[in-house]
């Protein structure tokens, strides 16, 4: 199946927010196997575009501020340049995503060259119509070359960007509800951050962005035992979070994991997970994937890109100076968990944290009811933190539902079998 995306960019300037928007369905498709085309104008200059898409300069660059004052002299000739280069370019696309294209008054000879060309040439083409504003009143056809901005070309869909508005953007351009298919700007946190492909690919790999609860600890891998991070008691919070019903990641980003006693460490650390409940796409040490290119340790900038991912950072180290992670996690605004028994955290994040007691140094708190049922009561207390925290709640649901994958799979595909199939 080939793709098209009809647009009139001369540019992929992000400035230009409908470019994003492409730019990101573009990934999505290259990312799931089509080969897109897009479709853009004679003079573009841009190249920048994704690997696996298909460029071709055809679209005829009119003058279009006339339209937009209402001014049709130059539309019989405009409309035929367009149709002309719209037949010779599409015959091959099975479906073509426009935006704005009916919508926006001046692109109105864009608008009759593809119906024509769907009249004509382009009968096998299917079509998803994006609107990117929000619906008008419909006004009173009379049979003037403006109607055309107020109904729906044939083998079409309408694609309205929300499911409230939806029924105001069917009555807009006449046509039933079933004709209106809602699918939303995508926002794939990973793009927005500009994040490595290392965090693309394992996110991909492990289903991370899917969690609710992702917490990143990043630390050396000869300091991860009770003398030192504490890491099974990340664990065990984390498979009690699981225990609760939620979907947990826990992703360690581990230096210094290249020798024997290291790894050995590593595969302790899996089998405590694994009596805990937690597999091995659930607790993620960096350095075993893709090993053993990071073993050693990952980049500064791919651990920042980790925490801008995860939403929770639990530290029960049993000693620190000033602890550059926990700065990190404060940058990132993830949900704090500090050990209450070393006080020195407290001097850097205030009030701003949850504090308990995993043990220190200086500190050796008692567990009168098991520490196993203490880290449980840790877990739910997390967990409600989580349920009352607006914006953690805000960035997860978007990593959750907004990313490109999800956008694809549950609304764009979807939209593309419907009308091909009807």
């Avoid at 009139?8 to 409908?18: H, I, K, P, Q, V």
């Avoid at 651990?303 to 995860?310: A, E, N, Q, S, T």
Wanted: charged content about 25%; hydrophobic content about 40%.
């Amino acid at each position: 199946m080939k793709i098209g995306i009809f647009t009139t960019f001369y540019n992929l300037d992000t400035a230009y927010s409908l470019v994003t928007v492409v730019k990101q369905q573009l990934k999505m498709l290259v990312k799931h196997g089509y080969t897109p085309v897009l479709f853009v104008l004679e003079n573009f200059n841009d190249d920048t575009v994704l690997e696996g898409v298909e460029v071709r300069k055809t679209i005829p660059q009119l003058i279009l501020e006339p339209y937009g004052h209402g001014d049709l002299s130059n539309l019989d000739k405009d409309v035929e340049k367009a149709k002309k280069a719209l037949e010779e370019t599409m015959v091959d696309i099975d479906v073509c995503l426009t935006h704005d294209i009916i919508f926006i008054n001046s692109y109105l000879p864009y608008n009759i060259a593809m119906r024509k060309a769907i009249d004509g040439k382009l009968n096998k083409v299917k079509w998803l119509h994006w609107m990117h504003s929000g619906p008008s009143i419909r006004p009173q056809l009379d049979d003037s070359p403006w109607d055309n901005l107020y109904t729906l070309p044939a083998n079409s869909r309408l694609i309205y960007m929300n499911y409230t508005d939806s029924i105001r953007a069917a009555e807009m351009y006449g046509v039933w509800p079933k004709d209106v298919k809602t699918i939303f700007n995508p926002m794939d946190i990973r793009e927005f951050f500009d994040v490595d492909p290392f965090v693309w690919d394992l996110t991909d790999s492990y289903d991370i962005l899917n969690a609710e609860f992702i917490c990143v600890y990043p630390l050396s891998t000869t300091r991860m035992g009770p003398e030192g991070k504490q890491v099974a008691k990340v664990i065990e919070i984390m498979a009690d979070l699981k225990q609760l019903g939620r979907k947990v990641k826990l992703i360690i980003p581990n230096a210094h994991a290249n020798g024997k006693r290291e790894k050995e460490a590593i595969e302790e650390q899996l089998q405590i997970a694994g009596s805990l409940g937690l597999d091995r796409s659930e607790v993620i040490f960096t350095s075993l994937f893709n090993a053993p290119k990071y073993e050693h340790g990952l980049p500064h900038h791919i651990v920042k890109d980790l925490f801008l991912i995860g939403n929770l950072f639990i530290f029960p180290s049993v000693s620190e100076n000033c602890p550059l992670i926990q700065l990190e996690a404060m940058a990132a605004k993830s949900i704090l968990v500090l050990n209450k028994n070393f006080p020195a955290m407290k001097d850097f994040t205030l009030e701003n944290a949850m504090y308990f007691n995993f043990g220190s140094l200086v500190e050796t708190p008692n567990f009168p009811l098991g520490e196993d049922r203490y880290l449980m009561d840790v877990a739910k207390l997390i967990n409600s933190e989580y349920e009352n925290n607006k914006a953690v709640k805000a960035h997860t649901l978007l990593r959750q539902r907004f990313n490109v994958d999800k956008i694809f799979k549950q609304q764009l595909e979807p939209a593309i079998y419907d009308v091909l199939n009807n």
